[in-house]
């Protein structure tokens, strides 16, 4: 087959990094419900935060110079002159060898530069005795210190977290632009496959595993799906209700049939929906080497392998960058994996990157990776594994003990 000519996993990265963006779809909503959405929108703060100096524990707002030199058996002796109340202005000045109670939060009164925490002094009627020194700013967070006005907060293309949503509170940002969820179509092939809710199975039937993991992948990073069904290997029903799914969504997943069989019509559908079509036939990894990603007008369409653990594995590789692209995420630079020990030695071909299944133990001397194989066709072997291994195409393989980096499955 002309197509089939495969590329490594950083060339098809690059790929999809130069041929897909955003879907284009944005959309204002409350902030409260944009977590695990994508900003559309860079967020400039028109305030400072927090607005006022205030003291992060509760203690005696003072001025650094009058406790120096303070010390258990020759302690600092402060006047005080006055109690800060939550949630009101202090406004009363602090003079030099003065301090005012303040709880944790509370405004620094002007004149103030720093407070000593409660259990470093001791009230005699309204004489304080300091018993430690502290230095200038020490307990308090500064106006501004968090966030600055004119600052930028978030910038567009990141996907919001909790804490993220913090943030955006603490500047009265309530309502945001967001990227909309891409939809992602999964259609999955085969004469042998029928519907997971099919109960008595025919002889040589197996019911269809790929769409119910594939779909649950794609909500788990922030996709709509639409359950596109079971077609057999025929190329016009294939091609009739791929190109219907390809209208309706903005990312086609074909689940089976990217093999160089005879009867496996993928290639030629993908080429029938649109230009530029094919962009990668193979990609030099095991499992999945027959993973197929083409462009259908500004469109991702990709066929996944057949195989339960190739197909999952190759949409954790390449489904979910696809994804990130269409959601407006930015590229992240960040290696987020997991480094662990191996617990065996682990042979390889060279030329290729093998994926290998392993599950996370913890031992007295820290994190260990156990190998779980076990063919592409098992899904059992996911079920038991917590994610992937690397082992790049230029290596023959991995020894016993040889720190390695985990790609968690979520």
């Not at 909503?29 to 028109?46: F, K, N, W, Y």
Request: proline residues 6%; hydrophobic residues 40%.
């Amino acid at each position: 087959m002309k197509f089939f000519n495969v590329k490594t996993v950083q060339e098809t990265l690059s790929i999809i990094e130069e041929h897909f963006g955003p879907v284009g779809k944005t959309c204002r909503i409350p902030a409260a419900d944009a977590v695990g959405m994508v900003l559309a929108e860079d967020v400039i703060s028109a305030e400072q935060v927090p607005p006022f100096s205030r003291s992060t524990v509760d203690g005696y707002a003072v001025r650094a110079t009058d406790t120096f030199g303070a010390t258990e058996s020759l302690p600092a002796f402060l006047e005080i002159t006055g109690t800060i109340e939550m949630g009101k202005a202090a406004e009363l000045y602090l003079d030099e060898g003065h301090a005012q109670y303040i709880p944790t939060g509370g405004m620094m009164p002007p004149g103030a530069d720093s407070v000593v925490m409660i259990e470093h002094v001791e009230e005699v009627g309204e004489l304080l005795n300091v018993f430690r020194q502290i230095a200038p700013g020490e307990n308090v967070i500064r106006a501004g210190d968090d966030v600055n006005r004119g600052e930028l907060v978030i910038a567009a293309g990141h996907r919001l977290r909790p804490q993220d949503l913090g943030v955006l509170a603490s500047v009265g940002k309530t309502e945001i632009s967001v990227y909309g969820k891409p939809v992602v179509a999964v259609l999955s092939t085969g004469d042998e496959i029928v519907p997971a809710e099919v109960q008595q199975l025919a002889p040589g039937e197996v019911r269809d595993i790929n769409s119910i993991t594939i779909a649950a992948a794609a909500r788990q990073f922030g996709a709509e799906v639409m359950y596109g069904g079971v077609v057999k290997d025929d190329y016009d029903s294939f091609y009739k209700k791929a190109s219907q799914l390809y209208q309706e969504a903005d990312f086609l997943l074909l689940s089976g049939g990217s093999s160089v069989g005879t009867r496996d019509f993928t290639v030629q559908v993908l080429e029938a929906l649109g230009e530029p079509g094919v962009l990668v036939h193979g990609v030099s990894i095991k499992p999945g080497k027959p993973t197929i990603i083409a462009k259908a007008g500004a469109k991702p369409v990709m066929g996944l392998p057949g195989h339960p653990a190739s197909a999952l594995i190759v949409f954790h590789l390449f489904g979910i960058p696809i994804l990130e692209k269409l959601s407006g995420e930015r590229t992240v630079k960040t290696d987020l994996r997991l480094e662990a020990r191996i617990t065996r030695n682990v042979a390889s071909a060279v030329g290729r990157s093998d994926y290998i299944r392993v599950k996370i133990e913890q031992r007295p001397d820290g994190l260990w990776a156990e190998p779980v194989f076990g063919k592409s066709g098992l899904i059992s072997t996911l079920v038991a594994s917590d994610g992937m291994v690397e082992i790049p195409a230029n290596q023959e393989g991995i020894r016993e003990g040889e720190i390695v980096k985990v790609q968690l499955f979520r």
